[in-house]
């Protein structure tokens, strides 16, 4: 089973910072893409910025700029620096790691952390 656990998560006023941080633990064997999505009250989830294996890298339109993810594959870790914060950031964070677990031919699955709450107060 894997773990993932998510930290970073505050409330900052317009215009500040905030790092999260989403480490996994569990019987993993690889991880190929990490990713950030984001759940705003009344939206749907969206994808906020994911990171390949081969550290390609896509950002939302509405964060490009201001956000950097990063990884640190020996720590099984994805990083979400946030800069020039804005109201419309508001939303809970939610990290995902798509792991493998058993030997090399083996599949590959979506795990998720619980979610963090980015309030940005204008």
């Known amino acids: 089973q894997v773990e993932l656990v998510e930290s970073g998560g505050g409330l900052v006023q317009a215009g500040g910072s905030l790092r999260l941080s989403c480490v996994a633990s569990g019987s993993i064997t690889d991880i190929s893409t990490m990713a950030w999505y984001r759940q705003a009250p009344g939206k749907q989830r969206e994808l906020v910025a994911s990171?390949?294996?081969?550290?390609?890298?896509n950002y939302a339109e509405s964060v490009k700029g201001r956000f950097t993810i990063s990884r640190d594959n020996t720590k099984n870790a994805v990083y979400l620096q946030m800069n020039s914060l804005k109201p419309e950031d508001t939303a809970v964070y939610y990290c995902?790691?798509?792991?493998?677990?058993?030997?090399?031919?083996?599949?590959?699955?979506?795990?998720w952390g619980q979610g963090t709450q980015v309030t940005v107060s204008s």
């Open positions: 995902m790691q798509r792991c493998r677990t058993g030997p090399a031919w083996g599949k590959w699955d979506d795990y």
């Open positions: 990171t390949t294996s081969s550290e390609r890298i």
